[in-house]
């Protein structure tokens, strides 16, 4: 999504099942592309089929073209994510 120009608390939370045992699934918000180092969640399945999820919150601010969204990739196999929510608080001042 491409908010407002603006500094907004991001919220993001995901379901996800790694299909295969210890494999490695990362989630991190992205701001126009970019990685946001402080909202990336690691996590390791543990067994086959395992089931959890991905909560992170971060602050960040936006010129009003730059898009924000959440990405998750897997080290190698399959991952699932279901139940996703994005969302983009706006904090301080409005003009």
Same mark, same amino acid.
Not at 19 to 38: C, F, K, L, S, T
Not at 56 to 65: F, I, K, S
Not at 69 to 85: E, M, P
């Given at each position: 999504m491409t908010?407002?120009?603006g500094r907004?608390?991001?919220y993001e939370s995901a379901e996800f099942l790694?299909?295969?045992n210890n494999r490695v699934a990362e989630g991190v918000i =992205?701001?126009?592309g970019v990685a946001d180092a402080d909202s990336r969640r690691v996590v390791q399945g543990?067994?086959?089929? =395992?089931?959890?999820?991905?909560?992170t919150l971060t602050?960040?601010?936006?010129?009003?073209?730059q898009a924000v969204d959440f990405r998750v990739?897997?080290?190698s196999g399959q991952l699932q994510v279901t139940g996703r929510t994005l969302l983009l608080i706006?904090?301080?001042a409005q003009t």
């Amino acid at each position: 999504m491409t908010p407002v120009a603006g500094r907004y608390a991001v919220y993001e939370s995901a379901e996800f099942l790694i299909a295969q045992n210890n494999r490695v699934a990362e989630g991190v918000i =992205y701001v126009d592309g970019v990685a946001d180092a402080d909202s990336r969640r690691v996590v390791q399945g543990v067994g086959s089929n =395992y089931q959890g999820g991905f909560n992170t919150l971060t602050e960040v601010n936006v010129n009003g073209v730059q898009a924000v969204d959440f990405r998750v990739n897997i080290s190698s196999g399959q991952l699932q994510v279901t139940g996703r929510t994005l969302l983009l608080i706006r904090l301080g001042a409005q003009t």
